[in-house]
């Protein structure tokens, strides 16, 4: 039987609706590729892909009975340049990590909290003017993001060096492991306490390999999906949240769609954990 489009919304439709509601989640996409650390890989075309498979989902998520149908959202396009952070909550579908450092560079770093779900710390020294994927946390350190506010979950074993580990310690970044991203919901509250603001980003090589191919820097060993979508819906929820980003995924290298997808599962738990603040 073939079901109609009342009878089975798609999350492309809700996302490509459009909203003029100044409390409308707002998405865009930032499809960042210079200064990559893996050179040649293609991280400019997943915000396409991921709004490409929002047409195979749907908007409703079952386990929480939530429906995005009555979410208000705003897909402002794509552009390089991260737009000012100025909604509510905005969702940055990348790109690669240096996303991360472009939407927070002009903020009052001193009263924003910084939580990673990542394999990587990406604290690698950098070139003034060349922030890529591997140095965002640390030029945004330099920047004047203050080491204590910032919470990295899911690094990986095996996949940093020693010296980037003792440099996050040493600047007061608190440092966790895969098995930590259940905590997800606790770290918010902790970093809310002491910031006016939390940007969240989730690069998706915190995953094990086995649930990210698309994602050059991921390996055995990293979170399962429901564990990050537990923690995109966390951020989603969480009142102090004003943007998350979601990046590292090469839709090239991608095997059935799987990385693709776990990004655009990952943008509809967020948007059902915005749901919720209202």
């Given at each position: 039987?073939?079901?109609?489009?009342?009878?089975?919304?798609?999350?492309?439709?809700?996302?490509?609706?459009?909203?003029?509601?100044?409390?409308?989640?707002?998405?865009?996409?930032?499809?960042?590729?210079?200064?990559?650390?893996?050179?040649?890989?293609?991280?400019?075309?997943?915000?396409?892909?991921?709004?490409?498979?929002?047409?195979?989902?749907?908007?409703?998520?079952?386990?929480?009975?939530?429906?995005?149908?009555?979410?208000?959202?705003?897909?402002?396009?794509?552009?390089?340049?991260?737009?000012?952070?100025?909604?509510?909550?905005?969702?940055?579908?990348?790109?690669?990590?240096?996303?991360?450092?472009?939407?927070?560079?002009?903020?009052?770093?001193?009263?924003?909290?910084?939580?990673?779900?990542?394999?990587?710390?990406?604290?690698?020294?950098?070139?003034?003017?060349?922030?890529?994927?591997?140095?965002?946390?640390?030029?945004?350190?330099?920047?004047?993001l203050l080491g204590s506010n910032v919470v990295?979950?899911?690094?990986?074993?095996?996949?940093?060096?020693?010296?980037?580990?003792?440099?996050?310690?040493?600047?007061?970044?608190?440092?966790?492991?895969?098995?930590?991203?259940?905590?997800?919901?606790?770290?918010?509250?902790?970093?809310?306490?002491?910031?006016?603001?939390?940007?969240?980003?989730?690069?998706?090589?915190v995953l094990d390999r086995a649930f990210a191919?698309?994602?050059?820097?991921?390996?055995?060993?990293?979170?399962?999906?429901?564990?990050?979508?537990?923690?995109?819906?966390?951020?989603?929820?969480?009142?102090?949240?004003?943007?998350?980003?979601?990046?590292?995924?090469?839709?090239?290298?991608?095997?059935?769609?799987?990385?693709?997808?776990?990004?655009?599962?990952?943008?509809?738990?967020?948007?059902?954990?915005?749901?919720?603040?209202?």
């Amino acid at each position: 039987m073939t079901t109609s489009p009342a009878d089975w919304p798609t999350a492309a439709a809700w996302l490509a609706r459009g909203s003029d509601d100044p409390d409308a989640l707002v998405v865009a996409g930032v499809p960042l590729v210079e200064h990559a650390v893996t050179a040649g890989s293609r991280y400019d075309l997943a915000p396409a892909a991921i709004r490409q498979r929002l047409a195979k989902l749907s908007t409703w998520q079952s386990q929480r009975r939530v429906d995005l149908d009555h979410v208000e959202v705003r897909d402002v396009g794509d552009d390089v340049r991260p737009p000012p952070l100025a909604a509510p909550l905005t969702v940055l579908l990348g790109g690669h990590n240096g996303v991360t450092f472009h939407a927070l560079a002009g903020a009052e770093l001193d009263r924003v909290g910084l939580l990673t779900l990542d394999a990587h710390h990406d604290v690698r020294p950098y070139e003034r003017g060349a922030v890529g994927n591997g140095s965002p946390v640390r030029a945004l350190i330099d920047a004047g993001l203050l080491g204590s506010n910032v919470v990295q979950v899911g690094i990986h074993g095996f996949s940093n060096s020693r010296a980037h580990h003792e440099w996050c310690l040493a600047a007061g970044i608190t440092v966790l492991g895969p098995g930590r991203v259940e905590d997800v919901p606790d770290l918010l509250d902790i970093l809310a306490g002491r910031c006016d603001a939390i940007y969240v980003d989730i690069d998706l090589d915190v995953l094990d390999r086995a649930f990210a191919p698309g994602c050059p820097g991921s390996r055995p060993g990293g979170a399962r999906p429901d564990e990050v979508f537990d923690a995109a819906f966390a951020a989603g929820a969480h009142p102090s949240v004003r943007a998350v980003d979601i990046v590292e995924v090469d839709p090239t290298a991608d095997v059935a769609h799987v990385t693709v997808d776990a990004a655009a599962l990952t943008l509809l738990n967020i948007a059902a954990g915005y749901a919720t603040r209202r």
